[in-house]
């Protein structure tokens, strides 16, 4: 158990904390960069993978019977889709490199944090 | 519980046999409309190919699957969520780097909500046009089968009650109705609606007597119905066509596609803290300096880590 006079020099030891030092807001900073590139984007990345196998099935609407008319509606259909799935995976994939980037410059900067 | 999937294979399948039999029962019992049998045959072929060339549930289960990937896409998906997290926790940082990563987080959540979003809500719509194509399809064979066949019977039979009034699709523009259904509206609606789209149905009355005339009538909302049909399975392929083409076309002009600009990427010459700093260290200052050194370093490290990679995939370090 804390004595009283312990708990009084805890709280003096508080109160004479120094002001904080450049170092510490940028820390800071850096750890917000570093979780946008470690976390929020990745999280990002991983839900727009997720509807992807819905976009690139394959499509098979066709009935019992051929008609060449629906066999085009269809096929197009099918080819619209599979672009769709294309976009989504790039997309996702252009986060994973902006992500990529931005935690290059933080791995550099969290180096030489501390060093100055 | 699924949508009313309207009439099976076996409803429309029997129902048109049962017409074609009727019909050359006509012809052999009035001695008249003979030498139409194979006209009817090539009608009857036609019809059952038409009506039974969609298959409305798995065109219901391909909606479903489409909408669920268009709510993890929409303007509240999570996913744009988190990309607006990444760029609120790049707010302190200032320079031409940190602009360039928060615009391009700006790029893509506007490609996922204006672009892909939007895409995929027209997916949903064009499967909402083809389910309806397929109903109404199916439904209207169906119909013109059983009215030709009281036709036919009550020339057989003038007993037997003539059911010559219906209501077929021919002539309506279920595509562009549907179509011109606001997109967001159409993700949230379910089936029905676009089966409903359609509006009401053409009166249709089977004139004459004779066989020959039920022949003729026959013939006649056949090919009024194929044509119908046709149009609309044309206008939403075309639809489809434009819009994926209009898409390719849009894509290579999107910036977001495009790869960031080298003050962003700390193995290039272009960068500098000054691209990427914060209040708490100004630009031109140890720190600074500190970093042009240590971003040196760190590029020759991952390039020699590249290559270790390459030696590695290439079987060169065995």
């Known amino acids: ?116 | 519980v699924g949508a009313d999937l309207g009439k099976s294979d076996e409803q429309v399948g029997h129902a048109i046999a049962d017409m074609r039999a009727a019909l050359n029962a006509m012809i052999e019992a009035t001695g008249d409309g003979d030498g139409r049998g194979g006209e009817i045959d090539r009608l009857v072929e036609d019809d059952l190919n038409v009506s039974l060339s969609l298959d409305p549930k798995k065109i219901e289960d391909e909606f479903e699957r489409l909408k669920q990937a268009a709510f993890q896409i929409g303007e509240n998906a999570e996913s744009v969520v988190m990309v607006r997290q990444a760029k609120d926790r790049l707010a302190a940082w200032h320079g031409g780097a940190a602009d360039e990563f928060r615009m391009q987080l700006d790029r893509i959540e506007l490609f996922v909500t204006e672009n892909q979003y939007p895409a995929v809500a027209a997916a949903v719509q064009s499967l909402g046009a083809l389910f309806s194509l397929a109903y109404h399809m199916r439904q209207s064979y169906y119909d013109l089968a059983l009215a030709i066949r009281s036709c036919a019977n009550h020339e057989i039979d003038q007993q037997q009650t003539r059911d010559a009034k219906l209501n077929l699709a021919i002539g309506k523009e279920i595509v562009l109705a549907i179509m011109a259904m606001n997109p967001a509206t159409a993700v949230a609606a379910g089936l029905v609606a676009f089966v409903e789209a359609a509006g009401a149905l053409g009166d249709q009355s089977i004139e004459g007597t004779g066989a020959d005339a039920v022949i003729d009538a026959y013939r006649d909302r056949s090919i009024g119905l194929r044509e119908t049909f046709e149009s609309n399975l044309n206008q939403l392929s075309s639809r489809l066509h434009d819009d994926w083409a209009g898409q390719v076309d849009n894509d290579a002009k999107l910036e977001v596609m495009k790869p960031l600009k080298p003050i962003t990427d700390v193995g290039s010459p272009d960068f500098s803290y000054e691209e990427f700093s914060t209040e708490e260290y100004p630009p031109g200052g140890p720190f600074a300096d500190q970093v042009d050194v240590e971003r040196k370093r760190y590029a020759q490290e991952e390039e020699e880590h590249d290559t270790e990679i390459n030696k590695r995939l290439e079987g060169q370090d065995r």
């Open chain 1, 1 to 116: 158990m804390v004595g009283s006079s312990q708990a009084h020099e805890y709280q003096l030891g508080v109160l004479a904390m120094p002001d904080p030092t450049p170092n510490d807001g940028f820390t800071v900073n850096l750890a917000d960069a570093d979780a946008a590139a470690t976390q929020s984007l990745p999280a990002a990345s991983s839900l727009l993978r997720d509807p992807v196998s819905k976009l690139v099935s394959l499509v098979d609407l066709e009935g019992a019977n051929v008609y060449s008319a629906s066999d085009r509606a269809t096929n197009m259909f099918g080819l619209y889709k599979e672009g769709l799935g294309r976009r989504q995976r790039e997309i996702a994939q252009v986060v994973d490199e902006t992500a990529e980037a931005l935690k290059d410059i933080v791995n550099v900067y969290q180096r030489v944090d501390g060093q100055v």
